[in-house]
């Protein structure tokens, strides 16, 4: 978790610095590095965003497995796993749906 803030923390940094870069180099009139250190600011840009999406997916997670712990029934995330998103609901690993969870461990055994 900590890493992911650690990642998208750093990734905003290069990206404030490139961006800032490009504005000096379109004042000095030097188009080319300006859009080399655009699109390096860009690709940081989006570094950072998904990083910190990660962050809080891993800190709603946290959350989720804590209230689990204490024997709370907590509703499930959404979506339930990155595993169910990607596979648009055909497996599932670490899901925080019940009813999926079973189905898997049935499907396993
Ligand atoms: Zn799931």
């Known amino acids: 978790m900590i890493t992911h803030r650690r990642y998208e923390l750093a990734a905003t940094a290069g990206a404030v610095i490139l ?8 004042y000095r009139d030097l188009l080319l590095p300006a859009v080399g250190l ?4 860009a690709v940081l840009l ?23 712990a204490l ?4 509703a ?8 169910g998103k990607t596979s648009h609901g055909a497996a ?3 899901c925080t749906d019940p009813r999926t ?8 055994a």
């Open 46 to 68: 989006e570094a950072a965003v998904r990083e910190r999406r990660r962050y809080l997916r891993a800190v709603e997670e946290a959350e989720w497995a804590r209230q689990q």
């Open 92 to 94: 599932h690993r670490a």
């Open 101 to 108: 969870r079973q189905r898997d461990e049935r499907d396993s």
């Open 19 to 26: 961006a800032a870069l490009t504005v000096a180099c379109v």
């Open 71 to 74: 024997g709370l029934a907590p």
């Open 38 to 41: 655009a699109l390096g600011a």
């Open 76 to 83: 499930p995330l959404d979506p339930c796993c990155l595993l």
